[in-house]
T-cell receptor
């Protein structure tokens, strides 16, 4: 079974540019989460999809961040325009139906904004 | 607010010795606790979880953790450390259903041969 995949693995952009991160969850997983870890700090929740619907987006830092999940499959996270403080590692995770299932994480996308 | 504390940024242990990575959580309802590990250039891998039942939980790679409600702790342990255990360890908590994980800041474990 394929795990959670993320693309790209690294992205280096300049302040003001746009970047789109992609996450492909494990097939059949309804729950999809985005998290971010800024250097040396905690991994922080960004948002949660259940199928194609946003269940919780309380962690989204501001309106420069836009997440979508087309047809309840893969998800994209767009940052537009990027700022220096957006640098960090963006993780995607997915989990199946039922409560308290462990979340399976992708390898992350390391975003550097110069 | 829900929170998890990992009081040690770094833990060093000699190969073959027992290891402990500490985690405490804030009290709010019934916590469900998880440990994840991140190896270099890899994503987070699930190690083990406590949902209910036996307070001692066994997980992958010989790791185990004990849920202690009175001390609000969920320390990760292994009887005999391996060099290959060197990685970044994260404790996390949820309080209901498929809600997002709340993570600690992580503890870097270094096992020295």
């Amino acid at each position: 079974e394929a795990g959670v995949t993320q693309f790209p693995s690294h992205s280096v952009i300049e302040k003001g540019q746009t970047v789109t991160l992609r996450c492909d969850p494990i097939s059949g997983h309804d729950n999809l989460y985005w998290y971010r870890r800024v250097m040396g700090k905690e991994i922080k929740f960004l948002l949660h999809f259940v199928k194609e619907s946003k269940q919780d987006e309380s962690g989204m830092p501001n309106n420069r961040f836009l997440a979508e999940r087309t047809g309840g499959t893969y998800s994209t996270l767009k940052v537009q325009p990027a700022e220096l403080e957006d640098s960090g590692v963006y993780f995607c995770a997915s989990s199946g139906q039922g409560p308290y299932n462990e979340q399976f994480f992708g390898p992350g996308t390391r975003l550097t904004v110069l | 607010a829900q929170s998890v504390a990992q009081p040690e940024d770094q833990v060093n242990v000699a190969e073959g010795n027992p290891l402990t990575v500490k985690c405490t959580y804030s009290v709010s309802g019934n916590p469900y606790l998880f440990w994840y590990v991140q190896y270099p250039n890899r994503g987070l891998q699930f190690l083990l979880k406590y949902i209910t039942g036996d307070n001692l939980v066994k997980g992958s790679y010989g790791f185990e953790a004990e849920f202690n409600k009175s001390q609000t702790s969920f320390h990760l342990k292994k009887p005999s450390a391996l060099v290959s255990d060197s990685a970044l360890y994260f404790c996390a908590v949820i309080y209901s259903g498929n809600t997002p994980l709340v993570f600690g800041k992580g503890t870097r474990l270094s096992v020295i041969a």
